[in-house]
């Protein structure tokens, strides 16, 4: 069964850092490029920013560039996200995403993992 | 960045009812269209991709059709759980792949 699982949400203070990670099993992680979406409490859906498979290239939100940083390990089938500066409107679900196919970094999210919250709050 | 506008924020559809879901880009995004449902405390389901493409185990009630600009999902006779917020995302001019602010169905 394809599955992702994120871990690493929390309570944070403004001007913080929280390192996410996103634990992907059954397909061949290493071919796809991978997402990160969040959903902000009552709002809809943001992506946030992208990796390709090889790792070799990454992108970004402009509401995160500078302060979010995307990394994969493929040796251990698992997708990162590392957060500083938070502020308050970095408040949200965070979800890993898996698109379609294979080698196409712009695509639609077939898998979803089940979000992790983080809260930046005093 | 090419923006989504969903229409209409809410929508109140009786079961078994058909309901129509629109969704608007600021410029073309060819077929790179995709539809979500995402219910209360779930992440969202892939629903629909290229437009008009189900996805795998999606059922048949659920449609989607536009190219260009202008998009609409169809679900053909609502059933209860169909009730939720449907959601489009353009991936064509990337990054950012874009989402529309969401289109909630509920019960009439």
């Known amino acids: 069964e394809v599955q992702l699982l994120e871990s690493g949400g929390g309570l944070v203070q403004p001007g913080g850092s929280l390192r996410l990670s996103c634990a992907a099993s059954g397909f061949t992680f290493s071919s796809y490029a991978m997402s990160w979406v969040r959903q902000a409490p009552g709002k809809g859906l943001e992506w946030v920013s992208a990796i390709s498979g090889s790792g070799g290239s990454t992108y970004y939100a402009d509401s995160v560039k500078g302060r979010f940083t995307i990394s994969r390990d493929n040796s251990k089938n698992t997708l990162y996200l590392q957060m500083n500066s938070l502020r308050a409107e970095d408040t949200a679900v965070y979800y890993c995403?898996?698109?379609?196919?294979?080698?196409?970094?712009?695509?639609?999210?077939?898998?979803w993992g089940q979000g992790t919250m983080v809260t930046v709050s005093s | 960045e090419i923006v989504m506008t969903q229409s209409p924020a809410t929508l109140s559809v009786s079961p078994g009812e058909r309901a129509t879901l629109s969704c608007r880009a600021s410029?073309?995004?060819?077929?790179?269209l995709a539809w979500y449902q995402q219910k209360p405390g779930q992440a969202p389901r892939l629903l629909i991709y290229?437009?008009?493409t189900r996805a795998t185990g999606i059922p048949a009630r659920f449609s989607g059709s536009g190219s260009g600009t202008e998009f609409t999902l169809t679900i053909s006779s609502l059933q209860s759980e169909d009730f939720a917020v449907y959601y489009c995302q353009q991936y064509n001019n990337w990054p950012p792949a874009t989402f529309g602010q969401g289109t909630k169905v509920e019960i009439k």
């Open positions: 290229g437009a008009s």
């Open positions: 410029q073309s995004v060819s077929s790179n």
């Open positions: 995403a898996k698109p379609l196919m294979t080698t196409v970094i712009n695509d639609a999210f077939d898998i």
